[in-house]
C-alpha cells in the first residue's frame, strides 16, 4: 500500500524557475525523506526530516513538514534542466520502514 | 562504497518459471530493503532485515515470494510460479541503523526489471 498522495502528479516548468511538489501521508510517522528517481534507475536520497522539525534546507532544496495536516513540500529553487526525474516522499517509522508515495514527474524546459 | 548493487538487471522468465534476484549492500550497512516498482508508481515494500534477521514482510506478499539474508551479508529474493503480474521493477535498499530510531536513509540499487511472458 501506497503511503498517500503526492501533488501534482506531473510539474513542467522552464530552467530558472521554482518548482513545488506536494505530499500527503496517511500514517504517524517518525521522519519523511524525500528521493529522487531518474528513468529506469534506483531512487537517490535528497533529504530528510525529522517528525520534530518543521523545516530544513539543503543547497537548493527547501522542506516543510506540517505533522498537523500530515503534508510536507519539497521546494527546487532556481531549477535546472538536470532536475528532469520523479520525485518521491516516504513516511519513515520508528523502526526504519519507509512507505512510498505515488511520486510526482518533474520535467525542466531548458 | 561501491553503492548497492542487483543482479541481474534484466529477466524475461515464463509464466509459471521461479526466478531468483541477488542484492550486495553496501557491506558495513546493517539493514537491507526489497521493494517492488511499477510503471508510473511509488516503490512498494516488500520486506526487510536487519542482519540476517527478517524484521516485517508485506502482507501484500504472496507465500510465492521469499526472501534471505544469510549471515547478514547479500540478500535473495525469490518469486516461485511466476505470473504476469509480477511483472515490475524489483529494487533493493541498504542504510546502516544505529538504534531502532529509525531516521536513516536508504541506498537503492538500479533495480532488477522482470518481465513474465
Known amino acids: 500500500s501506497q503511503q498517500g498522495e503526492e501533488d501534482p502528479q506531473a510539474l513542467s516548468i522552464q530552467e530558472g524557475e521554482n518548482a513545488t511538489m506536494n505530499c500527503s501521508y496517511k500514517t504517524s510517522i517518525n521522519n519523511l525523506q524525500w528521493y529522487r528517481q531518474n528513468s529506469g534507475r534506483g531512487l537517490v536520497h535528497l533529504i530528510l526530516?525529522?517528525?520534530?522539525?518543521r523545516e530544513k534546507h539543503s543547497g537548493r532544496l527547501r522542506v516543510t513538514l506540517d505533522t498537523s495536516k500530515k503534508s510536507s513540500s519539497l521546494l527546487i529553487t532556481a531549477s535546472r534542466a538536470a532536475d528532469t526525474a520523479s520525485y518521491f516522499c516516504?513516511?519513515?517509522?520508528?523502526?526504519?520502514?519507509?512507505?512510498f508515495g505515488q511520486g510526482t514527474i518533474l520535467t525542466v524546459h531548458p | 562504497d561501491t553503492g548497492v548493487s542487483q543482479d541481474p538487471r534484466h529477466k524475461i522468465t515464463k509464466r509459471g518459471q521461479n526466478v531468483t534476484f541477488r542484492c550486495d549492500p553496501i557491506s558495513e550497512h546493517n539493514r537491507l530493503y526489497w521493494y517492488r516498482q511499477t510503471l508510473g508508481q511509488g516503490p512498494e515494500f516488500l520486506t526487510y532485515?536487519?542482519?540476517?534477521?527478517?524484521?516485517?514482510k508485506s502482507r501484500l506478499l504472496s507465500d510465492r515470494f521469499s526472501a534471505e539474508r544469510p549471515k547478514g551479508s547479500f540478500s535473495t529474493l525469490e518469486i516461485q510460479r511466476t505470473e504476469q503480474g509480477d511483472s515490475a521493477m524489483y529494487l533493493c535498499?541498504?542504510?546502516?541503523?544505529?538504534?531502532?530510531?529509525?531516521?536513516?536513509?536508504?541506498?537503492f540499487g538500479n533495480g532488477t526489471r522482470l518481465t513474465v511472458t
Open positions: 535498499a541498504s542504510s546502516l541503523t544505529y538504534r531502532t530510531g529509525g531516521n536513516s536513509p536508504l541506498h
Open positions: 532485515f536487519q542482519n540476517e534477521a527478517q524484521l516485517e
Open positions: 516516504a513516511g519513515g517509522t520508528s523502526y526504519g520502514k519507509l512507505t
Open positions: 526530516i525529522r517528525s520534530n522539525e
